[in-house]
């Protein structure tokens, strides 16, 4: 028997619950065995801290509407002036970054900004050579930042090419955001 004992919060166990409720591949009734359920708690003790995002949301935790890139700028502003983006560097290492539209400031945004729920200034932290359309998404939905439909597509060919060998390849759903939540 696993000697895990980690004590969940109640919005934990909703979580928990919300998503056993709507999974297909542990429906209710289903007996999970002792590491099922220890993966299951793990899956929601780290929810939004290592990219995991599951729940309904209201929770702490949570992307925040508070998470400012331009402290000159107020929410609104900066959401409607910045735009994310994905390129390549010269080492074809994947840099995303928040530009703005009117006043060219540029921020870089590491993997680091996921694991603290915020910008990480002099961050010398990378992505590699891709990022998922998942990840990438979950960047914008943070600081509350859209991406156009030609950067999307490029972080979607750029992930099938490193993980698959080839752009055109289908990518598991796994690695992509709910529709429902795409920053577009």
Not at 66 to 89: F, G, H, M, P, T
Request: glycine residues 6%; charged residues 30%.
């Amino acid at each position: 028997m696993s000697e895990n004992k980690t004590l969940l919060s109640q919005g934990e166990i909703d979580a928990l619950v919300a998503f056993l409720t709507n999974s297909e591949a542990a429906p209710i009734g289903t007996v999970l065995d002792q590491s099922s359920i220890d993966k299951l708690i793990e899956l929601v003790k780290y929810n939004n801290k290592r990219g995991l995002f599951i729940g309904e949301g209201n929770g702490e935790g949570e992307f925040s509407d508070a998470v400012v890139l331009d402290k000159s700028l107020d929410l609104e502003e900066q959401k409607k002036d910045y735009e994310i983006i994905c390129r390549k560097d010269a080492r074809d290492f994947v840099e995303i970054l928040c530009v703005s539209k009117t006043g060219g400031k540029t921020f870089k945004l590491t993997p680091s900004c996921l694991l603290q729920n915020k910008r990480v200034e002099d961050d010398k932290a990378e992505w590699g050579l891709a990022i998922s359309p998942l990840h990438f998404n979950n960047l914008a939905l943070l600081f509350g930042i859209k991406y156009s439909s030609e950067t999307f597509r490029f972080v979607c060919s750029n992930f099938a090419k490193v993980m698959y060998g080839y752009e055109d390849a289908e990518i598991s759903s796994l690695y992509f955001p709910p529709e429902d939540e795409i920053a577009k």
